[in-house]
């Protein structure tokens, strides 16, 4: 009994054809290869490895039970980490406005601006929170400071580049329509713009809060406070116990940042 493509004389059918597997083919191949060559570039001391798990093991059992001694200093620190997070936002999210207004091809008044604001988003991406923690250390010195100020410059580039992008991808209808009744500019923006991009406002800020929540938790190993610089001196001081304390605290702080994150989207999305 001859088949359905016998009958019709067409050949079997194939989701690629023999050129367009010889290129996946081939993508894959150069892709081993690159893995393969960073596995080989980078020094590597296996026996390290094979007996991380024995050390793990022995690590945790130093951690237990864990010291609740200084539990208050802790949770005041706790407390720290969060304003750091909520102060940061807070300030980042007001001054990556006018920079995501600028960096949107719709709405910069020029190409000088649009450059510029571009050129402020990826300088503020391009360098890690630690990286403008260390920077601003050295600046501000050590506390508080330097930590809020080290997370406002990486969270501007964060929020700044999601609303650009967010204003680009407007219904250009309604700004015509203000436009065309001859409003201002500031009408234009207020009434046109603004309530297509508050959703994408409110959920980037509520992400980035999140973010900042997690990040200023290692903001004191390099000095620049919050509940880091209380895990750095129990590691530097082999006080596992404290250490385990502080590592449940961040723990705990995250998940409830992921809840409050979670609550805050239900109510204002």
Known sequence: MTSISEQ??????SRHTPKQKARRFLIFAVCAALIAWALGSIEVVWAWVWDSPAQ??????RMYPPDVTNLGAILRILLETVNIATIATAIAVILSLPVAYI???NT????ATLWLGRLILVTSRSVNTIIWALLFVAIFGPGVLAGIVAIMFRSIGFIGKLLGEAIEEIDKRPV????ATGASRF?????AIVPQVMPTFWAVSILRWDINLRESTVLGLVGAGGIGIILQG???TFNWPEAATVLIAILALVILGEIVSAFLRR???
């Not at 019709?8 to 059918?13: A, L, N």
């Not at 015509?176 to 436009?179: I, V």
């Not at 009408?187 to 009434?191: N, P, R």
């Open 8 to 13: 019709f004389g067409r050949e079997d059918w």
């Open 56 to 61: 793990m093991g022995d690590l945790f059992a």
């Open 103 to 105: 960096a949107a091809q």
């Open 108 to 111: 910069t008044p020029n190409r």
């Open 176 to 179: 015509e329509a203000l436009e």
């Open 187 to 191: 009408q234009v923006i207020a009434y």
């Open 234 to 236: 129990a590691i530097d």
């Open 267 to 269: 109510r204002i999305l």
